[in-house]
């Protein structure tokens, strides 16, 4: 009998663990709540309209349509029986395994201020970034409906609140929007009065960076027309408005990129969690309890030899399922009492600002600017799944560096949106008022 493989999640930890499986003598079943595999690291521009969600996201069907021993299924897991070796899905189906792979991912973590999800979407899914992208485009239309400077203000500020990799990323291409992009085609306002804001509660933005290249990205930002507001703490956040210590700001532009929070499903699984929810797994990814089930990517709380945890990454998640799925190629290893441990190899770590600037810190090489740039560039068209994405993002990308235009710029009525137009100045807008 072949073993039963199933893998909870379609993201870059699951998929790479199916993916080296090609050869092996298992049967795998990779389940997924949503049809596609979504390249995250670039879901930004999407939210900024320089590139459309079919160049990110691939059918994970048609990534496996030629590996005869991965079934997909489209289904939401909500619980682990381990006992009884089933994983239980939405629908109450359950489905049998004899070795599970959790690869399902995080989410936002508001703190505890659930409220506030619903004001300051975080980007984690097309869904986010569409949502996203609309509000940002509502906001300058409704901009140039008011001639009151006054008025006109609150549609006119962007706030990102979090000065991780997501939030410097964010905040850039914002600022490009607002400044620079599109300002032609808007008369009725000045890219000057545009107001692009990074609140960050930490000393500084990109805490994990060294601390030259925390502060060449804020001068690069600076040099966007970002306003990086660092030790700067959110107290609370409703409609349209974010309270800071010391003053508010007001937009309906609100997204946020502070933390992130285990997903829902590893508080099912018998295991210690850290704080933000993620298991705390044994050195060769298993659960201490239950040595057939594994956990990677973004759900898992796991050091390096120097105790540093490892970063929420897409190459962490990638590493994690290769090393799972060597250990189930090698029967003997898997086996063994004692498996040898997973170790991280850090290659390195960017993040873009804007059109053509970028930090990178690669091995110990502290670089910035366009070369830093150039080399994000090429990691993240290489690292898409699909030729076709491939090229299409690179076309994009040149026609973007060249013309300085955002080809997306669609507003759509989406009405699975979270953010309802009852609730929402720009209802008004979408409604064609
Ligand atoms: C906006 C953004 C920008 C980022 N930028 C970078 C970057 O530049 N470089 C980098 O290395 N990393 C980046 N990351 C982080 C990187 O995307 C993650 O570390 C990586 O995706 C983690 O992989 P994973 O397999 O653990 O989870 P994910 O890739 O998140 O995949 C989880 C999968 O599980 C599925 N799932 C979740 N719950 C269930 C359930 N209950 N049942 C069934 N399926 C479920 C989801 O639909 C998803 O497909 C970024 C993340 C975000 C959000």
Redesign the pocket.
Known sequence: MKREVVI???????IKTAKMLAKADVNITL????NH??F??L??QVATAALSPGDIAVPIRGIFSKQKNVKVMLG??VEVLEEQKVVRLKDDRLIPFDTLVV???AKYNYFGNHAWEKHAPG??TISNALNIRERILLSLEKADQIDSPEEQQKYLNFVVIGGG??GVEMAGAIAEIAKRNMMRDYTNFSPEQTHVYLIEAGPRILNGYDDSLSQKAVDMLGELGVEVLQGTAVTHIEQDKVFLEDGVIESPNIVWAAGVVA?E?IGTLDVETDRAGRAIVAPDMSLPRHRDIFV????VHMKDDKGNLLP????V?MQQGKYVANLLKDPAAYAAAERKPFRYLDKGSMATIGRARAVADIRGLKLSGFLAWAMWSVIHILFLIGFRNRLHVFVEWMWHYFTYKRGVRLITERPSDPVEPEDDVLGDLRKGA
């Open positions: 909870i999640g379609g993201g870059f930890g699951g389940i997924d709540k949503t595999h979504l995250q690291p879901l930004y939401e897991v690869a399902c991912g980007l984690k990799p997501t997903n499903v990677i990517g973004d759900a929420a990454v897409a190459p998640a």
